[in-house]
């Protein structure tokens, strides 16, 4: 940290040198622009850029296992890249098709350039057009009606809705990697925080919240497919099962409401209100885990599994409880 003297020059206007060093390293010198960014009691100075395109590159020579190259191209698009050059002495014919996979299920992301040696990607979406309030409401509704299709597939033993299921599964992980890179832009660039309209401390409660709604869809999906593995559910087991997914998807359902409320108070109470459900879905964990243990083994093994799940979704709601009270207490 440098300290600076503030002075008076002509008498009205406030004025304070910059460090010669930092100013080396961004190429800031007599007639250069910057940028302030205000923030409450802050103020942010940047270098303006003629081009604010974040360039990356990867060399993918060596990444042939589809996993290793659908990940290396999601963690450069959520690390904020907006041109993303993937280059090999040859790209092959199988690679491509990973690429251009892994880049439909990215928001905003396309393939702009392919040669022999190198395909170029760009995200062609402007930070102001992404609204990540937008990205995690769509993500609240998919991922519990996910859960609620997970489970009546479940019950019904219906192999079609199963499957929808686990398709929808891409929408959540799409809207996922969009506002984990928001979130790592704002971080990176104070001019793209401005640009969405939240803070970055916002920002930040979104996106972890929006990590909660991810877990509740991969575990809604786990549900989808293990209601392939066992027959229709009947009677009273069917009948506390639809309570637990009732009662644990109540709490992230009241806990982004909490998040989402403007007034304080108001995302206190309903954050509160989600918290304390949640011994109550621990309860009803324990009737159905009571019950289903007079089940076949491996019917009891399975049933256990969803329960697991549907437990879990009632911890992540209360984790997203947590974020929206983070965001309604006052600031230092």
């Keep these: 940290m440098e300290t600076r003297k ?3 020059t002509g008498g009205s206007t406030y004025t304070v040198s910059l460090p010669k060093d930092w100013a080396t390293e961004n190429d800031v010198s007599a007639g250069s622009v910057v ?9 942010l100075l940047a270098p303006k850029r003629e081009d604010d395109r974040v360039e990356g590159t990867l060399d993918v020579g060596g990444l042939d296992n589809k996993h290793e190259l659908t990940r290396a191209v999601m963690t450069m698009y959520v690390s904020g890249f907006d041109v993303i050059r993937l280059e090999a002495p040859r790209i092959t014919a199988e690679q491509r098709r990973i690429i251009r996979d892994a880049t439909q299920g990215l928001v905003g992301l396309e393939v702009i350039e392919e040669t022999s040696d190198r395909v170029v990607l760009q995200d062609l979406l402007d930070s102001s057009e992404l609204s990540v309030h937008n990205a995690i409401t769509r993500m609240r509704l998919v991922a519990l009606t996910m ?6 597939a479940l019950i019904e033993d219906n192999d079609d809705l199963a499957q929808d299921v686990i398709q929808r599964d891409d929408d959540v992980d799409r809207l996922w990697y ?3 890179r928001v979130f790592r832009t704002v971080l990176r660039n104070p001019t793209a925080a401005n640009e969405i309209g939240f803070p970055r401390e916002t920002v930040f409660d979104y996106q972890s919240s929006a990590r909660q709604l991810e877990r509740i869809a991969d575990h809604a999906t786990k549900i989808a497919g293990l209601s392939r593995e066992i027959g229709e559910i009947t009677g009273e087991t069917a009948d506390l099962l639809r309570e637990l997914e ?5 709490i992230p359902e009241t806990a982004m409401d909490a998040l989402l409320a403007d007034d304080s108070e108001e995302a206190v109470e309903l ?24 089940l076949d083994p491996q019917s009891a093994q399975i049933l256990g599994r969803v329960v697991d799940s549907l ?7 209360g984790n997203i409880a947590e974020s929206a009270l983070q965001k309604a207490a006052p600031r230092p």
Excluded: C, W
């Design 6 to 8: 503030v002075q008076v």
């Design 35 to 43: 940028e302030f960014h205000t923030e409450e009691d802050l103020l």
């Design 147 to 152: 859960l609620s299709d997970a489970v009546e």
């Design 178 to 180: 969009m506002v984990s």
């Design 246 to 250: 009732s009662e644990a998807t109540a």
């Design 271 to 294: 954050a509160n209100e989600a918290r304390s459900g949640i011994p109550k879905v621990d309860e009803t964990a324990r009737d159905v885990d009571s019950k289903v243990r007079e």
């Design 311 to 317: 437990s879990r979704t009632a911890d992540y709601g």
